[in-house]
């Protein structure tokens, strides 16, 4: 539990996990906890290393579209690794490649993070429903990652 308090605090964490619930009625809030979860371990990871081709699992990709509506929350999160995580769907399941969930996967470990595997399944074999029907990997390329501006002079 140690590596999500360091995610996000509670009250942050909540309504996150409550925006998730909104857009998703059949879901247990434990369930969108998972979610929002993996879904900050992969914005962080994805910041930290702007120019690895990342993507995320179709469920984890609606805790990120959560995260996302929290724009204040969400920027902070972003600047945490230094880049801000730019969202450009693609669609299921025409857009789905098995390998680049593995890499994305093996980058959170790179980056300090376990992933629930559980919720980095195949768009047609999700361990829950979920609203959004964004696939991001082959057709859209890599997360467009933006390097946080240096100082001038």
Not at 33 to 58: C, F, H, N
Not at 95 to 114: D, K, S
Request: proline share 8%.
């Amino acid at each position: 539990m140690a590596e999500r308090t360091a995610l996000l605090d509670d009250t942050q964490r909540q309504g996150v996990v409550q925006t998730l619930l909104d857009n998703n009625r059949d879901m247990t809030a434990e369930m969108a906890g998972r979610i929002v979860d993996e879904a900050a371990k992969y914005v962080l990871t994805a910041a930290e290393y702007p120019q690895a081709a990342m993507a995320p699992s179709r469920v984890v990709d609606e805790g990120w579209h959560a995260l996302i509506l929290h724009t204040r929350l969400y920027k902070a999160l972003c600047a945490r690794r230094g880049n801000y995580v730019e969202h450009s769907p693609g669609y299921a399941p025409e857009n789905y490649e098995p390998a680049i969930l593995t890499h994305t996967q093996a980058m959170m470990r790179e980056a300090g993070f376990t992933p629930d595997e559980e919720l980095w399944t195949a768009p047609d074999k999700p361990l829950v429903a979920v609203a959004a029907k964004c696939q991001h990997g082959k057709d859209d390329g890599p997360i467009i990652v933006q390097p946080k501006p240096k100082p001038t002079g």
